[in-house]
């Protein structure tokens, strides 16, 4: 009986999970940086056209904001991890720049991307551990 209980949580924390990092990924997918394209002005392409990463067309997160995507290498990076023996689980990303947007610097104010969904997200969260 305990192990069909547990099976059972550990499924909804799962699904729980999925939907966490389904909804990080979607608030921060919006385009940050976009695509330009120049005119070489000298050297041996010079006059040929070339796509860049364009700063003019930016638009950066302000302080406050979800991160705007500016690769897409942090928004794959979020991902979760579900130990069912123990029914605990970790939401977030491995790459060292996370917890700058999320916490700022003293150069950057945060831009909070974890908590502020895990905030957002909690009722439906709840809803989905009660099997709702």
Partial sequence: MIAL???IAGARLEAACVH???KMRENVSVAGRTKTQVTVSRGKNKGKTRTKWGALNSKPS???DFPAKQTGKFRSSIAYTVDKQTLSAKVGTSLKYGKFLEMGTRKMAPRPWLL???GEEKQAVNQIM???
Avoid: E, S
């Fill in 5 to 7: 209980v547990r099976g």
């Fill in 20 to 22: 966490l990092v389904n």
């Fill in 62 to 64: 302000a302080p406050g």
């Fill in 116 to 118: 502020r969904t895990a």
């Fill in 130 to 132: 009660a099997g709702k």
